[in-house]
């Protein structure tokens, strides 16, 4: 009998959804080598790789079997050869563009423990997707908005949310989508360097923002009388700003997000909040040409960067704080830390702080592979993230889990529906 991939589910699984890998029909104890392959929609290749050793029937299950030292990871990791996934071309992030089609997973078992790989011995292919079947894609061009929404199968009223991503600019929707499809309705908002958006981050005014909330809740699928806010890095603060000032928001989640104003003047009405002033010194570029921005900003508690703390303290919201320990982007934890005593010492609720040892900056729905370093927009050179792989991994999984509990608790009235596979 010949080697064989033996995949569950076999042909198509949801990109944050575990996948069962084995091997079956090599020789007692056969060593061989396990490879993923994925590309991008630019057509960059992402490859992970581990060295396994089959079991005395010849079976070889990733979820029994222990990689061996040599490969991507070693241990039980039955998911690593996704989540240890890395860019052949240096700098590179795996983001998904076009969230209608899947990404398409190779995966190849070649003889031994070789460099390079031995004889090759079976393959086969594997779609990731990004929509559950019956979700809807409804693109939003309604005033000033530019946005995606996502509704799942069925009339609703859903609880609802909007999605913010950082300093990337665009519309990325892979989020959004992924969280409709586990019963929420998600507005993907775009905010600058999209259409006709601005180009660039110099200033935002809140009126923007507020126009997104009330077509979330003029929509007859989002269930109100307030919808949620989720944002990550710069959209972090976004969602920190519009909690604070805008009516009809009842959660929201930050993930290594800041509650100071950052990078750009905030406006709303006749308020204006002054970016977060910074020190180029400060920076620390290594030999490889790689920066450390970790400690660039200026304290939001001291001086004139007291005027950019954003007033979190008006929100008549919950808040949930996740944040990646070895964020190398900005001190996360600091401002998690920062912003619950601000909202305690004016007799808010205090917000739920979940903390990730080893998780690094974009923490990511799960199984998206670490980035450690990518190019950033505003520093204008590759920029450390943090990060250790296999903790940054763990971190994801669990923060998807925390967040859709919270916005089911807080948007619903009930405890989230959705148990974790893993």
């Known amino acids: ?11 198509r699984s949801l990109f944050d959804e575990s996948l ?66 890395q860019p052949q071309k240096p700098f590179w992030r795996l983001v998904k563009r076009d969230v209608q ?30 929509l559950r079947d019956g979700v809807r894609r409804v693109p939003v ?16 009223p859903f609880p609802g949310i909007i999605d913010l991503y950082g300093t990337g600019g ?15 309705a998600v507005l993907a908002l775009a905010y600058y360097g999209y259409e006709d958006l601005p180009k660039e981050m110099k200033e935002f005014h809140l009126e923007y923002f507020e126009e997104a909330v009330n077509y979330m809740l003029q929509q007859t699928q989002v269930k109100g009388p307030g919808i949620g806010l989720l944002g990550i890095s710069k959209g972090g603060d976004l969602c920190t700003s519009m909690a604070s000032f805008l009516k009809g928001i009842t959660a929201t989640a930050l993930i290594n997000g800041s509650v100071a104003n950052v990078g750009a003047v905030l406006r709303y009405k006749d308020i204006i909040i002054p970016p977060l002033g910074f020190s180029l010194k400060r920076i620390k570029v290594s030999k490889s040409g790689i920066a450390d921005i970790s400690d660039a900003l200026n304290n939001p508690l001291e001086g004139p960067g007291q005027q950019s703390f954003i007033p979190l303290e008006k929100a ?17 934890e600091f401002f998690a830390v920062e912003g ?31 980035c450690a370093a990518s190019m950033h927009l505003l520093v204008g050179k590759p920029v450390e993230w943090g ?8 971190a994801q999984i669990d923060a998807w889990q925390q967040i859709q509990a919270f916005f089911h608790k807080h948007l619903s009235g009930k405890p989230s529906g959705t148990s974790s596979k893993l």
């Open 141 to 156: 061009r309604e005033g000033r908005i530019r946005a995606t929404l996502f509704l799942p199968p069925g009339n609703g």
């Open 340 to 370: 619950s005593k601000r909202l305690q010492a004016h007799g808010k609720e205090k917000p739920e702080i979940v903390c990730y040892p080893g998780a690094g900056h974009y923490i990511e729905p799960p199984f998206f592979p670490m």
């Open 1 to 11: 009998m010949a080697p064989s991939i033996r995949l569950s589910p076999a042909t």
């Open 101 to 130: 089609s899947p990404f398409l997973l190779q995966l190849e078992v070649f003889e031994g423990h070789g460099k390079p790989p031995g004889r090759l011995l079976a393959q086969a292919q594997h779609e990731r997707a990004f």
């Open 387 to 394: 990060g250790e792989p296999k903790a940054h991994c763990e």
């Open 316 to 332: 008549e919201c919950r808040f949930l704080f996740i944040v990646g320990q070895d964020d190398r982007n900005w001190k996360s």
């Open 20 to 85: 069962a890998i084995a091997v079956q029909g090599l020789g007692p104890r056969q060593q061989v080598t396990l490879r993923t392959s994925l590309r991008d929609e630019t057509g960059e290749l992402f490859q992970a790789s581990a060295r396994y050793q089959a079991a005395d029937d010849g079976e070889l299950d990733l979820a029994r079997c222990p990689a061996l030292p040599g490969g991507s990871f070693s241990g039980l990791e039955p998911m690593g050869l996704l989540w240890a996934l």
């Open 170 to 184: 665009g519309l990325p929707e892979y989020r959004a989508c992924l969280l409709a499809n586990y019963g929420f």
